[in-house]
Nanobody, 127 residues
Framework: QVQLVESGGGSVQSGGSLRLSCAAS????????MGWFRQVPGKEREGVAA???????FYANSVKGRFTISEDNAKKMVYLQMNSLKPEDTAMYYC?????????????????????WGQGTQVTVAS
């Protein structure tokens, strides 16, 4: 059972940057694809970024070129560097893990594949 804890959220002005961190309770580099999702009240949760076990990354079109997902397996950490933030990036951000069993994704993993979730960290971008 993987436990995930997010940190790094906060309030920032439009155009600013934040780095979200996700601490995993155990190593996720053996079969886990890690992802970041976000949700605004009243809207569906959407996938933002994901990193597969071979390092392949996937991004939502809305964040490509602005957000970067990375991981440090030795520290059991996953990061989301968010630059050029916009008010529409305001949301609760969740870290999630999907056990892929050694197979590789060829597109952004479906949300239903992610069986482990953190509690979320709030990001607010002021205009």
């Amino acid at each position: 059972q993987v436990q995930l804890v997010e940190s790094g959220g906060g309030s920032v002005q439009s155009g600013g940057s934040l780095r979200l961190s996700c601490a995993a309770s155990e190593s996720t580099n053996h079969g886990y694809c890690m992802g970041w999702f976000r949700q605004v009240p009243g809207k569906e949760r959407e996938g933002v970024a994901a990193i597969d076990i071979d390092g392949t990354t996937f991004y939502a079109n809305s964040v490509k070129g602005r957000f970067t997902i990375s991981e440090d397996n030795a520290k059991k950490m996953v990061y989301l560097q968010m630059n050029s933030l916009k008010p529409e990036d305001t949301a609760m951000y969740y870290c999630a893990a999907a056990y892929s069993g050694g197979s590789y994704y060829t597109r952004f993993p479906p949300e239903t594949d992610f069986g482990y979730w953190g509690q979320g960290t709030q990001v607010t971008v002021a205009s």
